[in-house]
């Protein structure tokens, strides 16, 4: 490659080799902003807060929340084949952290990636030693690969997707460096054709390219007791119903607001509510009676007779039970500005969703799911009303729900293919 370019890549390591300085510095704007983990900082600058597991090691990065989570059911499935496995999941966000928090597969830990600070990243390398990194969505780390390369540690990239902007940054200023980078990476696995041309055209090798497709989280479904669906859809007598899902504080009266409106249409309409926190119950159930509504506590034994108009279902471990019952989902934390949650959940059960303009938690999937006709964003809780009542119409739940199971599993042949190439990169085939 012409010498600039290696220059190029030559200066940046030379600086990140002393880097420390600026690391610190941008570590302390960060968590100023609120955009680090005081208790965790350590992670950021390779210290590890956990002990590295015994046995073969698994390293995924992913850079936030939408590539974090779009892994989780791959590595479920990876540690079932092979229980020796255990897995490192990294990532740079605090968003990440806390949606990964609970949902982890086993024999999986997380820490926060260093930044690409080389003394950083040895650190963290030194003491995780990981047999196979895989990167997630395609960011190139100069100080990760060359720190990876020298230790002969092998690198995957899967579910790669680059921009037309960050591919015209590298090409226009570092594309000798980025030709030097992407060769010391073994495989990648495309969403796209059109990240394909841009690696190739930034000097990925065409022989450690495919074009797979995206990989989707693909969640197993969430669990439920047969005995008591059944049970509940017989309390329902045939009455149309929909849930507002994982709910904060403010959104309970707002449903309710939604649940009055469509009642209009549909007079025996029932809302389920199921609070993100159920020792909120009280609180809820105390202030929806206040304002006249007819509502039964789960937690409480109460149960659904034929004049209830609210279920505040205030139990741990139910929700794979409620979008069974429930053809229509709203996803709580996205009318109030939380992020939203996970929308694979309500779509792997046959359930339409709506949400509300906050969801960056889950921006790339929310995205996908409004692209394929299977969720509906609204605005405000007058806009949540009037669209349940039309999303209730059968026909039109029905074809959300099943664009929604949809792109929940269209990513299934995707998996497979990444599993296979990570195994045969552990098993050392080439």
Same mark, same amino acid.
């Given at each position: 490659?012409?010498?600039?370019?290696?220059l190029v890549?030559?200066?940046?390591?030379?600086?990140?080799?002393?880097?420390?300085?600026?690391?610190?510095? #941008?570590?302390?704007?960060?968590?100023a902003?609120?955009?680090?983990?005081?208790?965790r900082?350590?992670?950021?600058?390779?210290?590890?807060?956990?002990d590295?597991?015994?046995?073969?090691?698994?390293?995924?990065?992913?850079?936030?929340?939408?590539?974090?989570?779009?892994?989780?059911?791959?590595?479920?499935?990876?540690?079932?084949?092979?229980?020796?496995?255990?897995f490192?999941?990294?990532?740079?966000?605090?968003?990440?952290?806390?949606?990964?928090?609970?949902?982890?597969?086993?024999?999986s830990?997380?820490?926060?990636?260093?930044?690409?600070?080389r003394?950083?990243?040895?650190?963290?390398?030194?003491?995780?030693r990981p047999d196979?990194? =895989?990167?997630?969505?395609?960011?190139?780390?100069p100080?990760l690969l060359?720190?990876?390369?020298?230790?002969?540690?092998?690198v995957?990239?899967?579910?790669?997707?680059?921009?037309?902007?960050?591919?015209? #940054?590298?090409?226009?200023?570092?594309?000798?460096?980025?030709?030097?980078?992407?060769?010391?990476?073994?495989?990648?696995?495309?969403?796209?054709r059109?990240?394909?041309?841009?690696?190739?055209?930034?000097?990925?090798?065409?022989?450690?390219?495919?074009?797979?497709?995206?990989? #989707?989280?693909?969640?197993?479904?969430?669990?439920?007791?047969e005995?008591?669906?059944?049970?509940?859809?017989?309390?329902?007598?045939?009455?149309?119903?929909?849930?507002?899902?994982?709910?904060?504080?403010?959104?309970?009266?707002?449903?309710a607001?939604a649940?009055?409106?469509a009642?209009?249409?549909?007079?025996?309409?029932?809302?389920?509510?199921?609070p993100?926190?159920?020792?909120?119950?009280?609180?809820?159930?105390d202030?929806?009676?206040l304002?006249?509504?007819? =509502?039964?506590?789960?937690?409480e034994?109460?149960?659904?007779e034929?004049?209830?108009?609210?279920?505040?279902a205030?139990?741990?471990?139910?929700?794979?039970?409620?979008?069974?019952?429930?053809?229509?989902?709203?996803?709580?934390?996205s009318?109030?500005?939380?992020g939203?949650?996970?929308?694979?959940e309500?779509?792997?059960?046959?359930?339409?969703?709506?949400?509300?303009?906050?969801?960056?938690?889950?921006?790339?999937?929310?995205?996908?799911?409004?692209?394929?006709g299977?969720?509906?964003?609204?605005?405000?809780?007058?806009?949540?009303?009037?669209?349940?009542?039309r999303?209730?119409?059968?026909?039109?739940?029905a074809r959300?729900?099943h664009?929604?199971?949809?792109?929940?599993s269209?990513?299934?042949?995707?998996?497979?293919?990444?599993?296979?190439?990570?195994?045969?990169?552990?098993?050392?085939?080439?």
């Amino acid at each position: 490659m012409p010498r600039r370019h290696s220059l190029v890549l030559g200066a940046y390591l030379a600086w990140s080799e002393r880097a420390e300085g600026y690391g610190m510095r #941008k570590l302390r704007q960060r968590q100023a902003a609120g955009k680090e983990d005081p208790a965790r900082i350590g992670e950021r600058r390779g210290i590890a807060s956990l002990d590295r597991p015994d046995g073969p090691l698994v390293w995924f990065h992913a850079a936030s929340v939408g590539e974090s989570v779009s892994l989780l059911e791959m590595i479920r499935r990876m540690g079932e084949e092979r229980t020796d496995l255990s897995f490192l999941i990294t990532s740079g966000t605090v968003t990440s952290a806390e949606v990964l928090a609970g949902r982890m597969p086993p024999r999986s830990l997380h820490q926060y990636v260093p930044l690409d600070v080389r003394p950083w990243m040895r650190r963290f390398l030194d003491h995780w030693r990981p047999d196979l990194a =895989v990167l997630a969505e395609g960011e190139i780390w100069p100080a990760l690969l060359h720190e990876s390369a020298k230790r002969g540690l092998p690198v995957a990239m899967v579910n790669a997707r680059m921009t037309d902007r960050a591919h015209r #940054k590298w090409r226009r200023f570092a594309r000798g460096a980025a030709r030097a980078l992407l060769h010391r990476i073994e495989h990648v696995q495309a969403q796209d054709r059109a990240t394909a041309d841009r690696l190739l055209d930034l000097g990925l090798p065409p022989e450690r390219l495919e074009v797979t497709g995206t990989l #989707k989280e693909g969640s197993k479904a969430l669990p439920h007791d047969e005995r008591e669906r059944v049970a509940l859809a017989a309390a329902l007598q045939g009455r149309p119903c929909w849930l507002a899902a994982s709910t904060h504080e403010g959104e309970e009266a707002g449903a309710a607001e939604a649940h009055a409106q469509a009642r209009r249409a549909w007079q025996k309409l029932l809302l389920v509510i199921a609070p993100r926190h159920p020792d909120r119950a009280t609180e809820i159930v105390d202030g929806l009676r206040l304002e006249g509504w007819r =509502v039964a506590r789960r937690s409480e034994g109460e149960a659904i007779e034929a004049d209830t108009e609210i279920y505040v279902a205030d139990t741990m471990g139910e929700m794979g039970l409620w979008y069974r019952l429930c053809p229509v989902s709203f996803m709580g934390g996205s009318l109030v500005p939380v992020g939203g949650h996970n929308p694979f959940e309500p779509a792997a059960l046959g359930s339409a969703i709506l949400h509300g303009p906050h969801v960056h938690n889950f921006a790339d999937i929310f995205a996908r799911l409004g692209e394929a006709g299977a969720a509906r964003e609204v605005q405000d809780w007058d806009d949540l009303g009037t669209t349940l009542a039309r999303v209730l119409e059968p026909d039109e739940a029905a074809r959300m729900a099943h664009a929604a199971w949809e792109v929940c599993s269209a990513g299934g042949d995707v998996t497979e293919a990444a599993m296979d190439l990570l195994f045969a990169m552990l098993d050392g085939v080439d």
